[in-house]
């Protein structure tokens, strides 16, 4: 089975350049989740994606940062425009259902890291 | 969802169990508790989870309390390669996933 990808690996900009990163989940899974991983700490949910649906993106910086999911697919996640604090890893993460099952396993990408310069 | 404590490191022989421990005192009665893992510049990757009862996979084991405020993951048999940040998450079923900083676990030869 193959796992969810990520596109690109590694992304370095300058400030105030925009950037977008793409994620591709397992096939079948319902909801998507893009979090950012800044140097040290663990991952923070940006926004959470049932099919299509936004189920949660209350700490998604939405002034500078957004989101979508076409046909309940793909994803990408856009900044624009980008501030130093960005730089960090943004990993993507798909599970089978959000709700209704006994658990709900994350399957998480590689990451994109991002350097703002 | 409710918050976790971990201690930010600790170290293990090789060959010895492992025994993480994780405080999630305010934890209600709905929220599971899950662990993860996150080896060096890879996604983190699920362990195990548990409501109320021990869980016991190929993996790892999962010890709750029975007031459930705290639990302890167990890798009976540390290798080199168990080297990596643990993640203690509670959380309801179609609830977020929030990650505190975990514990780094360094297994040593």
């Known amino acids: 089975e193959a796992g969810v990808a990520q596109s690109p690996r590694y992304k370095i900009i300058e400030k105030r350049q925009s950037v977008a990163f793409w994620c591709n989940p397992i096939?079948?899974?319902?909801?998507l989740y893009w979090y950012q991983q800044i140097l040290g700490q663990g991952p923070k949910l940006l926004i959470q994606?049932?099919?299509?649906?936004?189920?949660?993106d209350s700490q998604l910086p939405k002034d500078r940062f957004s989101a979508e999911r076409l046909k309940g697919v793909d994803s990408t996640l856009k900044i624009q425009p980008a501030k130093l604090e960005d730089s960090a890893v943004y990993l993507c993460a798909s599970s089978l259902e959000a709700s209704g099952g006994r658990y709900n396993e994350q399957f998480f990408g590689p990451g994109t890291r991002l350097t703002v310069l | 969802d409710a918050k976790t404590t971990q201690p930010p490191s600790m170290d293990c022989a090789e060959g010895r169990a492992a025994n993480l421990p994780c405080n999630h005192s305010?934890?209600?009665?709905?929220?599971?508790v899950y662990w993860y893992r996150q080896i060096h510049s890879q996604g983190p990757q699920y362990i195990i989870h548990g409501l109320k009862n021990n869980e016991t996979n190929e993996m790892a084991s999962l010890i709750i309390t029975e007031d459930r405020k705290s639990s302890t993951l167990i890798l009976p048999h540390a290798t080199l390669r168990d080297t990596a940040v643990y993640y203690c998450i509670v959380r309801v079923e179609e609830g977020k996933s929030t990650f505190g900083d975990g514990t780094t676990l360094t297994v040593k030869p």
């Open positions: 096939s079948g899974h319902a909801t």
């Open positions: 994606f049932q099919n299509n649906g936004v189920v949660d």
């Open positions: 305010t934890i209600s009665g709905n929220e599971y």
